[in-house]
């Protein structure tokens, strides 16, 4: 009998990455719930009866969230999680984003792995432009320099175009909030809603998200003069990446 693959969508990969680590070590949906509540009764919380605050979802409703079946995912779990689970700012900035990111996109676990198929043959940026006309999406991106584009910068003269070859990955550091740390953006989705939290957020950004595909990405490198990409966190030689793109 062959082994059953995972179904775990994009926040259920994410709660397991938290979760399974030392000292904690869990593993599952299930035993998750079991261990959040074990935890809560130790603190003097009531995980279970249902008018209290600190009540945690069923672990049926738990493992939905695993694999996305589910669109509604409750704040205070999450905040209960972070808490439990002793996230650092970091992490609770990656798994509020991640929730993000599945809720405003409609992701399951399967269209999740079919964005990341289709994404190998596309690279994504983050640049000021336009946003709903797709036909100046290809004059984004102006040569030589492409001055439009997020960078990176060394802040001692060195700057290189910043690209990923995972959507996802650019919509993390697009939302990115600065000083509106992971603590208040949770605070403040309790109160307003996730959906007027994100508007608002949106509408102060700065830069979108954008992709090519590989070939359109190489006609767009031969116009240009920098030597550098920073692509998925990595320097690359602006001929090596056209190397790459030419070789399919």
């Keep these: 009998m062959s082994k059953r693959r995972s179904t775990y969508g994009i926040l259920g990969k994410t709660l397991h990455k938290f979760a399974a680590r030392p000292p904690h070590n869990v593993r599952g949906p299930y035993a998750l719930r079991t261990y959040m509540a074990e935890q809560l009764r130790e603190r003097g919380k009531d995980p279970d009866s249902k008018d209290s605050p600190d009540k945690l979802p069923t672990g049926a409703a738990v493992r939905k969230y ?21 996230l650092d700012d970091n992490e609770k900035m990656e798994l509020a984003w ?23 043959a596309r690279y994504w940026y983050l640049a000021q432009g336009p946003e709903d006309d797709p036909e100046e999406k290809m ?7 492409w001055s439009e584009i997020l960078r990176w910068d060394d802040g001692e003269g060195m700057e290189a175009p910043v690209l990923f070859t995972h959507r996802e990955d650019a919509e993390r550091l697009r939302r990115e909030p600065g000083g509106f740390g992971p603590d208040a953006y949770l605070a403040a989705v309790s109160f307003l809603g996730e959906d007027v939290v994100n508007e608002a957020l949106d509408n102060a ?18 116009d240009c003069t920098f030597e550098w990409l920073r692509v998925d966190g990595a320097f690359k ?5 056209m190397g790459e793109l030419r070789r399919g």
Excluded: Q
């Excluded at 991640?98 to 190998?120: C, K, L, Q, S, W």
């Excluded at 950004?205 to 031969?222: A, D, F, M, N, T």
């Design 139 to 145: 004059n984004v991106l102006s040569p030589p320099w």
């Design 98 to 120: 991640v929730n993000t990111y599945r809720t405003i996109t409609g992701f399951g676990p399967a269209h999740y792995r079919e964005e990341r198929e289709m994404d190998e």
């Design 237 to 241: 030689r602006r001929a090596d990446l």
């Design 66 to 86: 695993y694999t996305g079946e589910t669109e509604r995912i409750e704040v205070s779990f999450l905040v209960a999680f972070a808490d439990i689970f002793e």
């Design 205 to 222: 950004l700065p830069c979108r998200v954008y992709s090519l595909p590989g070939e359109w990405l190489l006609l767009k490198l031969e």
